[in-house]
């Protein structure tokens, strides 16, 4: 596993640079998931632009005003946060708190966020400054679409993590209610179907103001969030974020997370044999007893796992995977690895961020084929729905999550949203189809 770069560097070139400690995989893939998105929407409202299906907006803008006292207050702002967070990252962080941690603390450097606040206000007025006028003109100018995807992605950021913060608390309720600050400004606990949905009405309201079709929109939307869900599971899969499935009762793994064919009661001996990491979510290391996972069972037997054994011309992990030096520092401490991230899974696991990579990956590709050749609006955005609702539903299966009583049906929660994006997927193709009265 890749906690962070600092592994990369180390298992790829031999060099053990400790600064990249604070690049955390996992973000880094996400970051990575959205900016091929904004790529892909980009192209897709051009092609609909040269279409005429998308038409420009005019706007009034008044241009060689000085920098307002709000302009520095907001640069000044900015640049206090990055310098006390991000600068403080860098020269100030303790030894015994991980990035993530640091970042939601309130831990900072308060000097290197001073001096880059006076910086970014600087740069505000100066650059202001350069295009003042003696006296400021209104002028009007013309805005595509496509000039508002760094806007769309940025709303798609911010209410995407708050709508991923929130649809996991109300799925652990329990724990929010128990301390509801730790879960709020916890780095862990990202639902992703939570994020689409908030995103996804933040950005159609955004696009209804400007003037975009959302009709249009959400088609040339659909092929990129089906690509960037892809990449970003490339992060959860290589960070080993706790994103993986059930057991797999076929196989089982050393203390080293070396994985073999398991004969016939070789998984309930190894569960007995760590019993305490699945009953009290515990280890027992030489400075005494860590909690290290939250996924505890009343009893051996209530462990979900199921036995599957690969086909021989793939690897092992593709079908069970014990997540070695993974970032939520989950499992059973590794013999002779000192390192901040030495843990491994008792047991293999289903590795369902890699499956979800590769049937996303390949939905995409459908999805980009014959985009040119469906000319009726929301049918592409239909596709969309019922392909990601159907991915999500069949990789449910082997995952462990909350279950939900949903209408006298046990489900967990991306299940039920699942069953909901499949339906309205179904609905949104026949929609299209009357609303048309051509054959799609």
């Not at 008044?62 to 640069?75: C, W, Y």
């Not at 015994?96 to 505000?124: R, T, V």
């Amino acid at each position: 596993m890749y906690p962070n770069l600092y592994y990369v560097f180390k298992d790829w070139f031999g060099v053990e640079w400790h600064s990249l400690k604070f690049l955390n995989t996992f973000g880094l893939m996400v970051a990575i998931s959205f900016l091929i998105a904004a790529w892909i929407i980009s192209l897709e409202l051009r092609r609909k632009e040269k279409q005429g299906l998308l038409m420009p907006r005019e706007e009034t803008i008044e241009v060689g005003k000085p920098a307002s006292l709000l302009d520095l207050i907001t640069n000044a702002l900015i640049g206090f946060f990055f310098g006390y967070k991000f600068l403080g990252l860098l020269f100030s962080k303790p030894e015994n708190i991980n990035p993530q941690e640091y970042i939601f603390s309130s831990e900072g450097n308060f000097a290197a966020g001073i001096i880059l606040a006076l910086l970014m206000a600087g740069f505000k007025w100066w650059d202001k400054n350069k295009q003042k006028l003696k006296v400021p003109e209104k002028r009007i100018i013309r805005i595509w679409p496509h000039d508002r995807v760094g806007d769309i992605i940025v709303l798609g950021l911010i209410f995407g993590i708050l709508g991923a913060k929130l649809f996991d608390n109300l799925e652990h309720w329990d724990e929010f209610w128990a301390n509801p600050i730790e879960r709020l400004f916890s780095q862990s606990g990202l639902a992703f179907y939570g994020g689409l949905i908030v995103a996804a009405i933040a950005i159609c309201w955004y696009a209804y103001k400007k003037g975009i079709k959302l009709k249009y929109l959400v088609d040339a939307a659909a092929p990129a969030l089906m690509i960037a869900y892809a990449v970003g599971r490339i992060g959860c899969q290589v960070s080993g974020d706790g994103d993986w499935g059930i057991f797999n009762s076929a196989y089982v793994s050393d203390e080293s997370g070396n994985i073999s064919l398991a004969e016939t009661g070789d998984f309930e001996k190894a569960l007995l044999n760590n019993k305490t990491y699945f009953l009290e979510g515990r280890v027992t290391t030489p400075t005494g007893n860590e909690f290290v996972t939250d996924r505890v069972y009343t009893d051996l037997k209530n462990v979900p796992h199921k036995s599957l054994k690969g086909v021989s011309f793939l690897p092992t992990w593709f079908f069970a995977y014990s997540y070695p030096q993974n970032v939520n520092k989950d499992g059973i401490v590794m013999p002779e690895i000192a390192d901040e991230h030495n843990r491994v899974l008792p047991q293999p696991v289903f590795p369902t961020p890699l499956y979800e990579t590769i049937i996303c990956s390949i939905f995409f590709f459908v999805m980009w084929g014959i985009r040119k050749s469906i000319k009726t609006p929301l049918v592409m955005f239909g596709i969309y729905l019922a392909l990601n609702g159907i991915e999500r539903l069949c990789i449910e299966g082997i995952r462990v999550n909350n279950n939900y009583n949903f209408l006298g049906i046990n489900a967990t929660q991306a299940e039920i949203i699942a069953m909901m994006l499949i339906l309205s997927g179904i609905f949104l193709l026949g929609y299209a189809k009357g609303k048309a009265n051509v054959k799609i």
